[in-house]
Each structure stands twice: as structure tokens, then as C-alpha cells.
């Protein structure tokens, strides 16, 4: 565990990422069953106006990432993040699933966690990595998890090589990252050169974790120009928006401003993108969590958790897909009008493990080497 990346903050800044760490391995127990992770904890009122946080489902992907933020954490923290376990049994209960698994994002994970946590079925997990990334088509998220996880586990032979040329090839002729790779039809045709900030920050982050264990200029020159594309269009209270034309760079549509965005996923991306020798954005990543510190409803201690997201009023989401067409068909036609139809008063009161997770790989990790 390693904390210097906390370091390059405020005292402010560093008293806050601390405490949302101990919070991070406090909330997750709740959602720990059987092995592995629920979906979601689900915010819910009483009668007496106080929330409850109720869980639901189970998810693979979220277990998977659960186990990349709690191999950052010394055995003890392991085990009290892990009711009890430690992440070696979180890795080997994901591997015992691999052959439920059938999306190259979730296996790639399984992978990513195998390596960077030693487990002796790296092996097997890579075989079932193999078998499944095979389409010609694939979602920009799960490509950079692909070469993330080879990454980590040391691969450099054809297998690495195709990752890189997709995930690199994905930048031709775009500002940013689409939302898929590829042709075929994962996208709509009207949506096709939307990106959200996920699509930017897990190719920024695989694309410098690259650079770090290879010295790969080309990857290095990419996540740069993804990186410098977000912190460009970042909100003027330091929000990450959420979705981008890949083409221009420009913001589409930026609600739902989410929290795991605010307090894992970009610094996460830009931090690695530091420790590989790249820039380091030190005051684009102080602001995105200056939005979260400036919102402590959205910070609920005694449930150890974060609420998701502030979104807009539009259960529909027909904003962002009016939003899509319209800069579809020209790339400044924002149609505004919509921002006072459809304000940003809603809040998403749900609380997934990986938004834990990644805020402890976030803070915790370091980019090139085993956490």
C-alpha cells in the first residue's frame, strides 16, 4: 500500500481522500455474500426520514473490481473490507466463475485482479480471456480493460500487440474515444461519435499503464491527447462530464455528473497517466473533488457510502439522446433549451461496490507496478 499520490494534494484535499478510504472499507462488507459482491445498494427512506441502504442483485464485473482496490490494502484492511476475507479468496471465487462468464470486459478484470494480486490461476484466467475477445466489434470500456489486464499480467506476445493497435486505432481521426471499437452494431448509427467519460479514462489509464511497463511513446502521445481532451472540457465546478463527441472533443451532454467519476475514476486515470511520466494534473483532479467536498449530502458516513449521481429530471434520458442526434447531424447544435426543461435536481441514491473499489485502486495503487 502507498500513499503518495495523496501527497500531491492540499492538506484539505488529503484529509478528505483519507477519510472517503476509510469509508470505502467500511462500505463494502454491507455488499460482501457468499464470495462476492452485490450490484447495488439501493437507497431507501423510512419512516422516520433517516435512509437505509437496501442490497440488490450480484455482479461479477463489480466483485472483480472490488478486488483490484482491496489488493492496494494491507491484509488487516483486506479482511475488514472483506468480511473476513482476504483478497486471494475474493480472486479465487471470481476464477471458480470464469466459466459463467461470457463478456471479454468482465473476464479481462477477472485477469487484471489475478495478476496484480499473484494468484496461481493467471493462467486459466488468461485462457478464458482468449476464448472470449474474438468479435470484431467491441465496447471501447471493455477493449482498454482487455489491454489493461495483459498489461499487468506480463503479456507481450500477439495477444498484447492486437490489444494496443485496437485501442490505439481508436483515436484515428477522433479528438477522444467513441463509445465501441470496431464495426458492427453495439451503437446506433445517430450516437455513433458519442463517447461517455468512461470510454476516456479506462483507455487513458490502459494506454499509460502500457507506456509505464514498455516505455511505448505512441501509447504515451494517446493518453496524453485523451487526457488533455477531458481536463479541457472539464465543468466550471469541476465536473466530469459524461458524454463527449469523439470527433470535436466538445461536450454532447454532461449530466449525470457521477461521484465515482468525481472521486475514483478520473483521478485514477490521471494519476496513473503521472506515475508512467506523463503530466500531472494536480489542480484538474483536486477540482473534481472539490465538487464532491462541496456536496456532503452526497457523503453518507453512517452508511458508509457515496449517493451515485446528480442527474437530471428525465427518467427518459431523452436529453442525451436528442443531444446525440443533434450533433449528429451538426456538430454545434447543442439544443439548449433543454437545460431548462430538464434542470440537474435529481439524485441517484444507489451506491455500487466498484465505485468503492476504484477509489481505493484509485488513491492506493501505483501505475507499473503490483499493488
Keep these: 500500500m502507498t500513499d503518495h499520490r495523496i501527497a500531491l494534494l492540499s492538506s484539505g484535499h488529503q484529509d478528505f481522500v483519507r477519510d472517503m478510504l476509510d469509508l470505502s472499507v467500511r462500505g463494502l462488507p454491507p455488499g460482501y455474500a457468499d464470495g462476492g459482491f452485490v450490484f447495488t445498494r439501493r437507497g431507501r427512506r423510512q419512516p422516520d426520514g433517516m435512509w437505509t441502504a437496501v442490497p440488490e442483485g450480484r455482479s461479477i464485473r463489480y466483485s472483480a473490481i472490488v478486488a483490484l482496490g482491496a489488493g492496494t490494502l494491507d ?53 478464458r480471456l482468449g476464448e472470449l475477445d474474438t468479435g470484431r466489434q467491441i465496447y471501447t470500456v471493455e477493449a482498454a480493460w482487455v489491454l489493461a489486464a495483459l498489461v499487468a499480467a506480463g503479456v507481450r506476445d500477439g495477444r498484447a500487440e492486437r490489444a494496443r493497435e485496437r485501442l490505439l486505432g481508436g483515436l484515428a481521426g477522433n479528438r477522444l474515444y467513441p463509445h465501441a471499437l470496431g464495426h458492427g452494431p453495439l451503437v446506433p448509427r445517430y450516437r455513433d461519435h458519442v463517447g461517455c467519460f468512461a470510454d476516456q479514462v479506462y483507455p487513458l489509464q490502459a494506454l499509460a499503464r502500457l507506456h509505464a511497463a514498455t516505455g511505448d511513446a505512441e501509447a504515451l502521445r494517446a ?53 508512467a511520466g506523463g503530466t500531472a494534473y494536480v489542480g484538474e483532479i483536486s477540482k473534481g473533488l472539490d465538487w464532491m467536498i462541496e456536496r456532503p ?18 427518467p427518459r434520458k431523452l436529453v442525451r439522446g436528442l443531444r446525440a442526434m443533434a450533433t449528429g447531424v451538426h456538430r454545434d447544435l447543442r439544443l439548449g433549451v433543454l437545460d431548462r426543461v430538464y434542470p440537474p435536481v435529481a439524485v441517484d441514491r444507489e451506491c455500487r461496490p466498484y465505485e468503492l473499489g476504484w477509489l481505493l485502486y484509485a488513491w492506493l495503487a501505483r501505475c507499473g507496478q503490483s499493488a
Excluded at 80 to 86: E, I, R, S, W
Excluded at 96 to 121: F, M, N, Q, S, Y
Excluded at 256 to 263: A, C, R
Aim: aromatic fraction near 8%; hydrophobic fraction near 45%; glycine fraction near 8%.
Design 75 to 127: 491484509e488487516t484492511r483486506q479482511r475488514a473490507a472483506l468480511a473476513g476475507d482476504d483478497v486471494l479468496d475474493l480472486v479465487g471465487n471470481l476464477v471458480k466463475r470464469l466459466p459463467e462468464v461470457t463478456g471479454a470486459g468482465d473476464a479481462a478484470l477477472i485477469c487484471w485482479a489475478a495478476a496484480e494480486t499473484g494468484h496461481a490461476d493467471l493462467d486459466l484466467a488468461l485462457s
Design 223 to 275: 493518453a496524453e491527447q485523451v487526457a488533455a481532451g477531458i481536463c479541457r472540457a472539464q465543468g466550471p465546478q469541476g465536473e466530469w462530464w459524461w458524454h463527449y463527441d469523439a470527433r470535436t472533443g466538445s461536450v454532447v451532454e454532461g449530466y449525470p455528473v457521477y461521484s465515482v467519476h468525481q472521486l475514483s475514476m478520473g483521478p485514477m486515470a490521471l494519476l496513473d497517466l503521472a506515475d
Design 297 to 314: 449530502a452526497f457523503v453518507l458516513d453512517d452508511l458508509a457510502l457515496t449517493w451515485r449521481k446528480e442527474a437530471r429530471a428525465d
